[in-house]
């Protein structure tokens, strides 16, 4: 039990008569002290003295705890009643954003009710807890001690070495399969058992025409202006395409022209371009959100996700942000027709970082 104590204000003292709160236990122990100005004076709520008022905000709690489990009943409903399909995205809106509304009225209405409970209801004058001595009395020090040796006699633990260090090597092994079995986390792999596999090559080939997205129109060299930005997918990329929002996902590129001038191309990347044309990776290199906003003037583009930026005008390098690669870069050429093609896959894997990427 520890000892509350409510100070009482004193008519009589000097600090009463200054401030208006009562001294509790002001000591003045040398110059440069100051008082305790104590609490102030408590005064009471209409539910204090108010029956009715007590009455109605306890049934105004209760209002906003059943809302709560109302908006909790009303998000599982939402889960059931709105099942995403893996092939068609538009299912996953309507379900999110009725699961995010009956999860956010049941937290808000748990965090409004139990605010309201507090503020009106329950009981709200302060006090003071004096704070007992941290340090235990020497006796009781001396038995814990006690305790130990004799626990460490009675277990052999301290003489008994060798069973010592196996435990210890047992105890420091034990967690690491459940470490391993993190590497689950990624996506498995159809090909061989390196999860990695799915993130190193995608529906770029040798050949592939860039076409817009999302109507698959191929694009010419020459149709692009200087300063466009276009966003590209593979040639034949459709929804008929195998998980095709996968492969989507991995192949998604942006196409920026500017004048040959402004480029700044490492020399073994010097024919990745097409006469100022560039071709990088949507996706950003820190978690993964689409890169889409450019900066026509300085290059730069922008991830919203978290404002990575990058400056396509040389090599796509991070200049702002967590990111902490540059974003892939897609060789590009044009074929016999004019029209803009790759020169093959990109040369490592695009998105964010993982731990098999280097290997
Ligand atoms: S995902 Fe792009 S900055 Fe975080």
């Known amino acids: 039990m520890s000892d509350i104590v409510t100070p009482k204000a004193e008519p009589s003292d000097p600090i009463n ?106 009981f709200d004058e302060e006090g003071v807890d004096i704070r007992h001595p941290q340090r235990a009395p020497q006796e009781v020090r001396d038995a814990a001690v006690e305790v130990f040796a004799e626990a460490n006699k009675e277990s052999g633990f301290g003489r008994r070495t060798l069973i010592r260090r196996s435990l210890i090597g047992a105890a420091a092994l034990a967690p690491l399969p459940g470490i391993v079995m993190l590497r689950d986390l990624a996506p498995a792999s159809t090909e061989g058992s390196d999860p990695a596999e ?15 997205d999302p109507d698959g129109t191929p694009i010419k060299a020459s149709d692009v202006q200087i300063g466009s930005a276009v966003h590209v997918i593979p040639e034949g990329l459709t929804e008929e395409t195998e998980n095709w929002l996968n492969e989507k996902a991995k192949a998604v590129v942006l196409l920026v022209r500017m004048e040959e001038s402004e480029l700044t191309e490492a020399e073994d990347r010097a024919s990745w371009s097409y006469h100022g044309i560039v071709a990088y990776s949507k996706i ?69 970082s993982f731990p098999e990427r280097e290997l």
Not at 46 to 59: F, G
Not at 89 to 112: E, H, K, Q, W, Y
């Open 198 to 212: 799915k993130f190193r090559h995608t529906m770029w080939t040798e050949g592939t025409r860039l076409t817009r």
């Open 284 to 352: 950003c290199t820190h978690v993964g959100c689409p890169v889409a906003l450019v900066e026509q003037h300085t290059h730069h583009l922008l991830c919203p996700c978290h404002q990575s930026t990058f400056d396509v005008s040389d090599g796509a390098k991070v200049i702002f942000g967590p990111a902490k690669r540059p974003l892939p870069q897609l060789p590009i050429t044009v074929d016999d027709e004019g029209y803009l093609v790759a020169q093959s896959d990109f040369h490592e894997p695009v998105g964010p």
């Open 17 to 122: 008569a200054a401030t208006g709160y009562s001294s509790g236990t002001a000591v003045l122990d040398s110059e440069n002290s100051f008082a305790d100005p104590g609490l102030p004076p408590h005064s009471p709520r209409k539910t204090d003295t108010d029956p009715h008022a007590q009455a109605r905000a306890a049934r105004s709690v209760v209002a906003w705890f059943v809302l709560s489990g109302l908006g909790a009943i009303g998000a599982i409903a939402a889960y059931v009643s709105f099942p995403i399909d893996a092939t068609d995205i538009s299912t996953v809106r309507p379900g999110n954003l009725f699961i995010g509304l009956g999860m956010a009225v049941s937290l808000l209405g748990i965090g409004i009710g139990a605010v309201h409970w507090a503020r009106q209801l329950m």
